[in-house]
């Protein structure tokens, strides 16, 4: 098994996996749906073409810098100001910092790997009005997936690193595997992402803690069993 590691990082993400109508909400976390479809634009896939090999890929996310919940709310009226849309409500994830984590076949997570650098469509987190900071891909290894999401040092902020403590507990929601214990499913896996029919399926996953070490901690002598030093809060 090969993982291809991603740093998903911006001012703004949102990634939604039950928006409706007027409200637009977030997932505290990237969506499996939202990173396939990522993949997918690098690719050049269209939104009526389907997902093939993509659909077969494991993924999983770590929570390296959670950020904060940001509501937004938009409107329009017509250019004579006689009739308005409704109030839309929006919900973004600010200074959020994740890595994400897709198992697969080698030579296929290298073609993703390329497609990121050199993407034919534009790319973005969760929402076109969200884009990336710095390059995505962080390459491709030969490791299992709960082994890169564990060992890979941690990506958030420099300043929110100083501010916690020499070890943090991050938590990684991943796909459960058969014979594991689900902790909830989701609407979460991708079928297809045609306009006219889109659609998705119910995703298992498993939710867990690892501890990463902070080589930028200036609290040396905070408790180790303090539990907000231990959530890099």
């Not at 409500?89 to 997570?109: K, N, T």
């Not at 990684?172 to 594991?180: F, K, L, T, Y």
């Not at 909830?184 to 070490?213: C, G, K, Y």
Request: one cysteine or more; aromatic letters at 6%; charged letters at 25%.
């Amino acid at each position: 098994m090969s993982v291809l590691l991603l740093r998903l990082a911006g001012p703004l993400q949102s990634w939604g996996s039950s928006s409706r109508f007027a409200r637009r909400g977030t997932e505290i976390a990237p969506t499996k749906s939202g990173v396939i479809g990522m993949l997918a634009a690098a690719r050049g896939v269209r939104r009526s073409e389907p997902l093939t090999d993509l659909l077969g890929l494991e993924f999983g996310v770590r929570l390296d810098q959670p950020g904060q919940i940001l509501r937004d709310f938009q409107t329009a009226r017509s250019l004579d100001g006689r009739q308005s849309a409704p109030l839309t409500y929006r919900f973004y994830l600010s200074d959020a910092a994740f890595l994400g984590a897709v198992g697969g076949d080698r030579e296929l997570l290298d073609g993703l790997a390329e497609a990121l650098a050199r993407p034919r469509f534009p790319l973005y987190l969760g929402r076109r009005s969200c884009p990336p900071v710095g390059p995505i891909s962080l390459g491709v290894h030969d490791e299992a997936l709960d082994d890169a999401l564990r060992d890979w040092p941690w990506i958030a902020a420099e300043w929110h690193r100083r501010r916690a403590s020499r070890e943090v507990l991050l938590e990684v929601i991943r796909d459960a595997r058969p014979g594991e214990p689900v902790t909830e499913t989701v609407p979460d896996e991708p079928v297809s992402f045609d306009p006219a029919h889109r659609q998705h399926t119910w995703r298992s996953v498993l939710r867990q803690h690892v501890p990463v070490t902070n080589d930028l901690a200036e609290r040396a002598g905070v408790a180790e069993h303090d539990p907000l030093s231990l959530l890099g809060g």
